[in-house]
């Protein structure tokens, strides 16, 4: 598989834009997959430009949570491309001039033949940013599971523990909030932590044979 950070705080190539929010394309199992859409729908395109990524060649769309900074880019999307399969939370209203297609996720479910939907997931009071409903993207690898997170609010170790029913975690490639049970990481071969994490740096000192920067226009090949 093959993923494309399109859409974050930080860039790895200046001809990309940054700004606060994440998407990412996930080409895996014979599908191209759009995971959130950035807060800006002409940055998100812009870079999809550069990155030649065309937005008619996507399959499907999936929406982590309601949050702007995740969901602000798809109208735009849209008008380029609604010939798609649109996965959303429950707890995320459907977008007027949506899709073709809209599927309403509450419970885990498979997406595509090897992606898979953690469900909805909430966190409690005691997890930062925890209060939120979020759905996370688990794609079956030879090497494992590769989980790609929006914001993780319902907290990591619900994330990982609902992904790992499919086996073993492999990677681990999103926004990680205000995450600090460190030792969750362990025995995790990817760990590229992006857009709104907090502790990157405290992250990369520990697991610095594991960590991958982020930023648009990186590519993560699995």
Partial sequence: MK???????????????????????????????????GAKGAILLGNMKTLNIDPESIDIVVISHAHWDHTGGLADFLIENSNVRLYIPSSYSIPPDSAREVVVVKDPMEICEGVFSTGELQGSEQVPYGNEIEQSLVVNTDMGQVVIAGCSHPGVKKILEAASIHGKIHALIGGLHGFSEFDLLKGIDIVCATHCTQFKAKIKSLYPDTYTEGGAGLIIDI
Avoid: Q
Avoid at 5 to 27: H, M, Q
């Fill in 3 to 37: 993923i494309t950070i399109i859409y974050d705080n930080e860039t790895s190539r200046k001809d990309l834009t940054p700004d606060w929010g994440f998407a990412c394309l996930v080409e895996a199992h014979g599908k191209t997959m759009l995971f959130d859409t």
